[in-house]
């Protein structure tokens, strides 16, 4: 038995996969300020055309150039590994295995996306890329990306990370980018921001509207925006994790898995394993697909179904998705990446059909499960990860009570080398259980009453 | 061509490789406090025995026990890759390749030796290691080790390092062991240095001393000592990266390298990629073999070879090494794990012989080396291992200038995620150049002749 399944570069996948084609109820539109659906045409300051042609594409799959490949062969195909030290301290019957996206030089799945993002914005005659970080994840992928394809890259970081968590920062300088804590001096809402609140720990949500801004003030036209989650291109580049794990099974003549499972966020690390297996839960197959989030921030378990701006500041267009509201503002729990008010519309939409069946789980439980993770298979986990781990032991113990040798699959976002502070945290008992009060939903409902197409799907309007 | 040349588990190595069994000379033995060989009954409060027959074994090959491998299964055999993107920037025809030990748990090459030594002590009943770690890579290797194999470990960490560098204690904590500040109040010699320098930030000597004094005064005999790299069964361990990566060029059907390089500190590393090669060489294999050691801390390169104490309170036996001299304390670099002042003594043996030939590098030369890897290649390395790497471009460039389509091969002791204060220091320009001065050099001629026995070699004594 081998606990490590490896592809040859030969058989990485060629295309991407988009499930918007095998969908049984077409996407809703995203809408504009008006109400109307978006015309592709708006997204031109902010995204260069070949990315928004893929976002609205409708072609079941899209051809990766091989130029991208290039450069995703640092470290794909990625292993898919079989957690063996795990199933022996659970003595489950079930078969666990793992596509392992820890592997990539920025240590996550992020730069699946980030690579090709700035590939087609290079080849689009951009020059610079504006984003925003929080903990540092997306950051660090992005500039490493840019420098690769060789664009430059300017991330606004959450200043309050800014100062507390160096090492992402200084990542992202080792790879060439430019990171500066926001709110920062150099654009209108940095600045406006500042002069009310000089001492403010910043948010996302004021990064975003740096990156944005920057992006489209750029005189010269050459600056656009990068987003590292939630987008439907942003999804369809994450699918090759999915189309890996499914030849590695293959290659080993395992069966279809009966549970899936990742970590949600915004959704695109889930959504790359799960798309590829979805398609075929669409076709009949016989699979359980679970989303996993903090009970700190259940978008999927307890937000409605509305159409909900992207971010704090009103910037986006309205998404069709499940939403805690944009002004939402989450506990500090340590998933950092698990904190955000909505979710990528394709996962909502499957969440909607009944293909994904989502799950929240509490901190506590998450850490025990990265601690046990880290004592067995010997590995550390990215906090945001160890959601997918504690619902996958949770899988394993119900496959144990019932006697059946289940296939289960999830994917290692990433691991957490750079974000020990949650393990303190944990290990000397700061943590406490939380899940969110119902008087919050109360104030989610407020807030997307103030959009009329917050209610359009119940309408049968789109 | 693949960029990642694999072995399948079934085929990693079942045997250590010794190196002393096929030395053109036969090495010199350690001595006692008399001048005198020691006695391996000496060692039993320190190690236990069945390391020390490993430490003294004439054999040529080890068995490596199933139970061993079951645990390296978790990250080995581990991958070789081709580094196809630095070769096309410098435009060499070089082909460079390199033994990925990174993609370990705690990121280095440091378990190899740290998971036998668990599990040979384990194995004779004992029931706790102590260590010391400075920057906390071996402590780390070591907790996690314990972890595995179901032992207690004990870690004392250089305080300054304790303090300054939290995520590799962190590490240890979350595989289970118990780190603390070195001088502690818990030993005789902490509260000594304790009382003399309440505000000490503690030394890698002083450190040591705590953990090995732990480990003789248990009154129960159930603790022992265990020590990261110089000794032989260290270097034994780590013959298992040199042996899989000669498997993995045969696979591909490339031919002997020309170049085998490694960073050297204790010479772990760097004796674990290159004794196999060594044993080639022997036989008559035309292969140049490089130990790369910075500027700052020149063992090969530039001190004499003498008998020296291991370590700075002089409570080991005698080595017979390269030695800056016990007492000399180097300037500090930031890749701190080569700033010891001697060298294991098979790799010292192998200059002596001119199987190997030493080359240091400058601190400032090793980090442009790193940049560079980091923006062609994409990851990013220890500080320890951007010796290594700019070795490996300065041959690259003499394969360019010669014309010569060389095979090089180095090993990637380990990623630099937890060390990016270095790269920080670099990048802002706070580092400089850096050789050892002469005078620095006249000091270790004294403290060496301090000890008779230095001279011993020369006198042909032994």
Same mark, same amino acid.
């Given at each position: 038995?081998?606990?490590?399944?490896?592809?040859?570069?030969?058989?990485?996948?060629?295309?991407?996969?988009?499930?918007?084609?095998?969908?049984?109820?077409?996407?809703?539109?995203?809408?504009?300020?008006?109400?109307?659906?978006?015309? $592709?045409?708006?997204?031109?300051? =902010?995204?260069?055309?070949?990315?928004?042609?893929?976002? =609205?594409?409708?072609?079941?799959?899209?051809?990766?150039?091989?130029?991208?490949?290039?450069?995703?062969?640092?470290?794909?195909?990625?292993?898919?590994?079989?957690?063996?030290?795990?199933?022996?301290?659970?003595?489950?019957?079930?078969?666990?295995?793992?596509?392992?996206?820890?592997?990539?030089?920025?240590?996550?799945?992020?730069?699946?996306?980030?690579?090709?993002?700035?590939?087609?914005?290079?080849?689009?005659?951009?020059?610079?890329?504006?984003?925003?970080?929080?903990?540092?994840?997306?950051?660090?992928?992005?500039?490493?990306?840019?420098?690769?394809?060789?664009?430059?890259?300017?991330?606004?970081?959450?200043?309050?990370?800014?100062?507390?968590?160096?090492?992402?920062?200084?990542?992202?300088?080792?790879?060439?980018?430019?990171?500066?804590?926001?709110?920062?001096?150099?654009?209108?809402?940095?600045?406006?921001?500042?002069?009310?609140?000089?001492?403010?720990?910043?948010?996302?949500?004021?990064?975003?509207?740096?990156?944005?801004?920057?992006?489209?003030?750029?005189?010269?036209?050459?600056?656009?925006?990068?987003?590292?989650?939630?987008?439907?291109?942003?999804?369809?580049?994450?699918?090759?994790?999915?189309?890996?794990? @499914?030849?590695?099974?293959?290659?080993?003549?395992?069966?279809?898995?009966?549970?899936?499972?990742?970590?949600?966020?915004?959704?695109?690390?889930?959504?790359?394993?799960?798309?590829?297996?979805?398609?075929?839960?669409?076709?009949?197959?016989?699979?359980?697909?679970?989303? =996993?989030? $903090?009970?700190?921030? $259940?978008?999927?378990?307890?937000?409605?179904?509305?159409?909900?701006?992207?971010?704090?500041?009103?910037?986006?267009?309205?998404?069709?998705?499940?939403?805690?509201?944009?002004?939402? #503002?989450?506990?500090?729990?340590?998933?950092?990446?698990?904190?955000?008010?909505?979710?990528?519309?394709?996962?909502?939409?499957? #969440?909607?059909?009944?293909?994904?069946?989502?799950?929240?789980?509490?901190?506590?439980?998450?850490?025990?499960?990265?601690?046990?993770?880290?004592?067995?298979?010997?590995?550390?986990?990215? $906090?945001?990860?160890?959601?997918? =781990?504690?619902?996958?032991?949770?899988?394993?113990? @119900?496959?144990?009570?019932?006697?059946?040798?289940? #296939?289960?699959?999830?994917?290692?976002?990433?691991?957490?080398?750079?974000?020990?502070?949650?393990?303190?945290?944990?290990?000397?008992? @700061?943590?406490?259980?939380?899940?969110?009060?119902?008087?919050?939903?109360?104030?989610?409902?407020?807030?997307?009453?103030?959009?009329?197409?917050?209610?359009?799907?119940?309408?049968?309007?789109?």
């Amino acid at each position: 038995m081998d606990r490590k399944i490896l592809l040859h570069e030969k058989d990485i996948p060629k295309k991407w996969y988009n499930l918007a084609a095998d969908l049984p109820t077409p996407m809703l539109p995203p809408l504009g300020p008006d109400g109307n659906p978006v015309n $592709p045409e708006m997204l031109t300051p =902010v995204f260069p055309m070949n990315l928004i042609e893929q976002e =609205v594409s409708p072609e079941r799959w899209i051809d990766i150039p091989e130029e991208i490949l290039d450069i995703l062969y640092r470290w794909r195909p990625g292993p898919l590994r079989r957690a063996v030290y795990l199933e022996r301290y659970l003595d489950t019957p079930a078969k666990i295995y793992y596509k392992d996206e820890s592997t990539s030089p920025p240590g996550s799945h992020k730069p699946n996306t980030a690579v090709p993002q700035a590939w087609y914005n290079k080849q689009f005659g951009i020059e610079r890329l504006t984003t925003e970080t929080g903990a540092g994840q997306w950051g660090s992928a992005l500039a490493f990306a840019c420098k690769l394809v060789g664009l430059e890259c300017k991330v606004f970081m959450v200043r309050i990370s800014f100062d507390q968590k160096p090492f992402r920062k200084l990542m992202m300088q080792t790879w060439g980018a430019n990171c500066i804590a926001s709110p920062s001096t150099e654009t209108n809402a940095g600045r406006a921001i500042l002069e009310k609140m000089p001492d403010t720990p910043g948010s996302l949500g004021i990064a975003i509207s740096e990156a944005i801004e920057q992006a489209v003030t750029d005189p010269a036209g050459k600056t656009r925006y990068s987003l590292g989650s939630v987008l439907n291109h942003v999804m369809l580049h994450q699918t090759i994790i999915g189309q890996e794990a @499914k030849a590695q099974l293959k290659s080993i003549g395992e069966k279809m898995p009966d549970v899936v499972i990742g970590c949600a966020g915004g959704g695109s690390n889930f959504a790359g394993l799960a798309f590829p297996f979805t398609a075929d839960k669409i076709n009949g197959a016989d699979i359980e697909i679970i989303p =996993v989030e $903090p009970t700190a921030c $259940p978008t999927l378990t307890r937000a409605p179904f509305a159409y909900d701006f992207g971010d704090t500041a009103c910037t986006t267009p309205l998404l069709p998705m499940y939403s805690l509201g944009h002004d939402f #503002v989450p506990p500090p729990i340590h998933a950092g990446g698990l904190r955000y008010h909505g979710m990528a519309p394709l996962v909502c939409q499957c #969440v909607v059909e009944g293909l994904h069946t989502p799950r929240a789980i509490d901190q506590i439980e998450c850490y025990e499960a990265a601690i046990t993770w880290a004592q067995t298979e010997g590995f550390i986990c990215a $906090p945001e990860t160890s959601h997918a =781990v504690a619902a996958t032991i949770q899988e394993a113990k @119900k496959a144990k009570e019932e006697g059946k040798e289940k #296939v289960i699959l999830f994917n290692y976002s990433g691991h957490g080398l750079m974000d020990l502070t949650g393990y303190d945290a944990y290990l000397s008992g @700061k943590l406490d259980r939380y899940s969110l009060p119902d008087e919050m939903l109360e104030k989610t409902e407020e807030c997307l009453k103030k959009h009329p197409q917050a209610e359009a799907r119940k309408s049968g309007k789109w």
